[in-house]
């Protein structure tokens, strides 16, 4: 049985080439026509319920046969989950980009708004046009963006396993595995002078 919905999501986004999730479609677009996708989403196919949106950090860049960019270049996927109440269908929009930046939705799907802030907030992704990208869930004063590959978690090398027993420690054994770095965290990294840490540090 041919699946119309995919037809009309090829015509709508003018691609030849779909995924497929269950009664969603997977459709990758170019980000210079993501706001252009999202609104053939919308009017062509009737996707008239915004459900979400977010990032994928997708990790570094690989270079295209020459040389490798003097600072590893991230690569970051929007990703737009769109539906359709009456068509039951939906399309799972996504696009690649390393220049971290994509025009805002907001104007087509108001309730786009905090998911752009949390997303920009999360991983540095902007959204020009966006009329007030505020943080959302973080502190005022807090820096850098804890979703990104690249955000050393500091704290998992300050503080102790919170366990009351390290893996494979307990039941009468002496057994210990040998202590490793925590993920997110480098290799290069320095831990922080326990002397020189604010009082109010935890």
Not at 154 to 162: D, E, L, Q, T, Y
Not at 184 to 192: A, F, Q, T, Y
């Amino acid at each position: 049985m041919p699946d119309f919905w995919d037809d009309r999501v090829r015509a709508a986004l003018d691609l030849e080439d779909l995924g497929a999730d269950g009664p969603r479609s997977v459709a990758d677009v170019d980000p210079k026509r993501w706001h252009e996708a999202v609104r053939a989403c919308r009017d062509d196919l009737g996707c008239d319920f915004f459900d979400w949106l977010t990032a994928v950090d997708e990790g570094p860049a690989e270079p295209d046969g020459g040389e490798a960019p003097a600072a590893p270049v991230s690569r970051f996927r929007i990703v737009a989950h769109l539906w359709s109440v009456a068509e039951r269908r939906g399309v799972l929009l996504r696009a690649l980009l390393t220049e971290g930046a994509v025009p805002t939705v907001t104007d087509l799907y108001p309730g786009a708004d905090w998911h752009e802030r949390e997303t920009h907030e999360m991983f540095g992704v902007d959204f020009p046009g966006h009329p007030d990208l505020q943080p959302l869930l973080l502190a005022p004063e807090f820096e850098g963006h804890p979703l990104r590959k690249d955000f050393v978690l500091a704290a998992r090398v300050v503080k102790p396993w919170p366990g009351a027993k390290e893996p494979g420690e307990g039941h009468g054994t002496v057994r210990k595995r040998a202590p490793k770095r925590p993920p997110g965290v480098p290799e290069d990294w320095i831990e922080p002078d326990p002397r020189t840490r604010r009082p109010d540090a935890s």
